[in-house]
Nanobody
Framework: VQLQACGGGLVHSGGSLRLSCTAS????????MAWYRRAPGEQRELVAA???????TYADSVNGRFTISRDGAKNTAYLQMNSLRPVDTAVYYC???????????????WGQGTLVTVYS
């Protein structure tokens, strides 16, 4: 499995960006895709995640501003980021987690990071 993320860039505070992450390879139906970020000097944190069933979760800091979505046919996850703030500046990473069946272990795959810089 390989993940290709894109969509980062430089944006003014209050602006919007949409990140994309496309997975290729054999992807099992039991899966989740997620976005993480690592700000300068900080640890990596979960931003948003979406199960193949459609369930979602968000970090409190982005809830109401960011939206995760998926296109199953394209094996692509998106992160729509609105009302961006300078504190959202970070390298954003996508992750795919999947397993073949309920008795198999979960496997994680990471995409390369994409830099989002928000200036005030």
């Amino acid at each position: 499995v390989q993940l290709q993320a894109c969509g980062g860039g430089l944006v003014h505070s209050g602006g919007s960006l949409r990140l994309s992450c496309t997975a290729s390879g054999t992807i099992y139906s039991s899966n989740a895709m997620a976005w993480y970020r690592r700000a300068p000097g900080e640890q990596r944190e979960l931003v948003a995640a979406m199960l193949s069933s459609g369930g979602t979760t968000y970090a409190d800091s982005v809830n109401g501003r960011f939206t995760i979505s998926r296109d199953g046919a394209k094996n692509t996850a998106y992160l729509q980021m609105n009302s961006l703030r300078p504190v959202d500046t970070a390298v954003y990473y996508c992750k795919l987690t999947h397993r073949r069946s309920g008795r198999d272990p979960w496997y994680d795959y990471w995409g390369q990071g994409t830099l989002v810089t928000v200036y005030s």
